[in-house]
């Protein structure tokens, strides 16, 4: 059998991480079996629309690198890839399952409903649609059904699930689930406006696009069931299911927007890598080796294995998403990574700064930064002369024999011709032996004058990427504001 997934988010504005983790699990599963993975947009519920959702979708989607074989922008046989240009059909498949006895026709209204809720709390049990007691087909006949519908009057149409069967599937995460119907309600299939539910419609559509693995987050386990009834009541065959573990915050809460960031585009802000993201996000609740953990998509796509999933809940840690981005930064091709930094420059004012530069600058810096948008703030002296100095640096380190010991030295610096780091550093360490000094009692002064702060990268390298002309000039402008 071909493998064809989907995700199916529904368009409320952002994509969650959760969705992220959704999609890119059945992007790799589709990948490495070598089959379709459909984007399909799950807007049946209109109350819930939002602008540019879909938009913003695909937009976070594609940066995360993962492309559609089939979607509303790409097309595919199996189209159109949104529900509500595909409402007709529910509706014409909500009647089939009216007509083989699947289904009902009810009539309730939201009050009946509500007390029929408050009945049952009071008696202590649990809420669910008790056709027995309500307003629909059984309760009222057949003939005052049809008269009902032939008037006008609103109705909705109801699962009608086994009181006491069991229901089974297996899942490829959770193994074996069976649910009894007892504990399932008769789900509404088409709303009175005639627009169906997701559970229809879902499985509509899965059927319809020949979908054979249906990945998606654990918060859809419980619906599962109706979806196994509905399969059962059409004649199909199910799809194989599997059901992700949840995300959590640190303290095992389910992770929420309260806690910190849960949109994919508030991380692309931030300034994380796709590549650093995606492979955060693919480990959470599923790890290919136990010693390693840096993985390019490809890599990723090789060794997906969804019974390797965990049950158990995915803890969302920012701190080691952080790490993963260092370790990119680190590794990422540096021409990459200019071309990403370079429109940057510009919002710090550092307009004149050539790739080249840039270039050199990002790869002094990649080991000791964690986001590469750093650079123009933590390194903004290399783009800049220092616009002041670190005044605890400068007590600790300038002493009132300082200047004196240091005009030798930048006399000694202006004298070099191939202005290297080897070449400035030899000559400290020539001029601080000779002088019976240690490297660290220049080092520090030095750094102070070309940079204004006491952290940086290594010296003598800084000075190579500034140049002859600059360092000498900052050397010499901060000696002549000294007595
Ligand atoms: N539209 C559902 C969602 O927003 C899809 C759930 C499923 O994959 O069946 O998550």
């Known amino acids: 059998m071909s493998v064809r997934v989907r995700f199916a988010p529904s368009p409320t504005g952002y994509l969650h991480v959760g969705g992220l983790r959704t999609a890119l699990y059945n992007y790799l599963f589709a990948k490495h079996h070598g089959g379709k993975c459909v984007l399909r947009i799950e807007d049946t519920d209109r109350t819930r629309f939002v602008e540019n959702a879909q938009e913003n979708l695909i937009s976070s989607l594609r940066w995360a690198g993962i492309e559609f074989d089939e979607s509303p922008e790409v097309g595919g046989d199996y189209g159109p890839y949104i529900q509500s240009e595909r409402f007709d059909l529910y509706k014409k498949y909500g009647k089939e399952l009216v007509e083989n006895g699947s289904a009902y026709y009810a009539f309730d209204t939201s009050e009946e409903l509500d007390a029929m809720r408050e009945r049952q709390q009071k008696a202590g049990i649990p809420p669910k649609y008790d056709r027995t007691v309500m307003r629909n087909e059984f309760t009222l006949g057949k003939e005052e ?47 009175s406006d005639g627009f169906p539910t997701y559970h229809l419609a879902n499985v509509v559509d899965d059927h319809l696009m020949a979908i054979s693995h249906v990945i998606r987050g654990e918060e859809w386990l419980p619906s599962t069931p109706k979806h196994v009834l509905l399969y059962k009541a059409f004649g199909w065959e199910c799809p194989t299911f599997a059901h992700l573990p949840l995300l959590l915050n640190k303290d095992k809460t389910k992770l929420s927007k309260r806690q910190g960031s849960v949109a994919v585009e508030d991380f692309r802000e931030q300034g994380y890598f796709k590549e650093a993201f995606v492979n955060f996000v693919a480990l959470l609740g599923w790890n290919p080796t136990a010693d390693r953990e840096i993985f390019d998509m490809q890599e990723l796509i090789d060794n997906f294995n969804l019974e390797k999933v965990n049950k158990s809940g995915a803890v969302f ?86 200047k004196e010991i240091m005009l030798p030295l930048v006399e000694k610096f202006k004298a070099i011709d191939d202005w290297t780091h080897d070449a400035t550093y030899g000559a400290t360490k020539e001029y601080v032996e000779a002088n019976n000094m240690k490297l660290k009692d220049v080092i520090h002064p030095i750094r102070l004058m070309v940079t204004g702060k006491s952290v940086g990268a290594g010296m003598f390298e800084t000075m190579e990427i500034l140049g002859k002309k600059e360092s000498i000039e900052r050397l010499e402008f901060f000696l002549n504001s000294q007595k």
């Open 145 to 191: 059904t049809e008269r009902l519908i032939a008037e006008g009057v609103d109705y909705v149409v109801r699962l009608k699930v086994p009181t006491t069967e069991d229901i089974r599937f297996s899942d490829l995460i959770r193994g074996e689930v069976v649910v009894n119907g007892k504990d399932v309600d008769d789900q509404i299939l088409l709303k």
């Open 317 to 402: 840690d920012v701190q080691k998403l952080e790490w993963m981005n260092a370790q990119y930064v680190k590794t990422l091709p540096l021409d990459y990574m200019t071309d990403m930094l370079m429109p940057e420059m510009a919002k710090y004012d550092f307009n004149n700064v050539s790739k080249e530069y840039l270039a050199k600058v990002i790869d002094l810096f990649k080991e000791r930064i964690t986001f590469l948008k750093q650079i123009p703030v933590f390194a903004n002296y290399m783009f800049e002369k220092p616009t002041e100095y670190e005044e605890e640096y400068l007590q600790k380190h300038w002493k009132e024999n300082t």
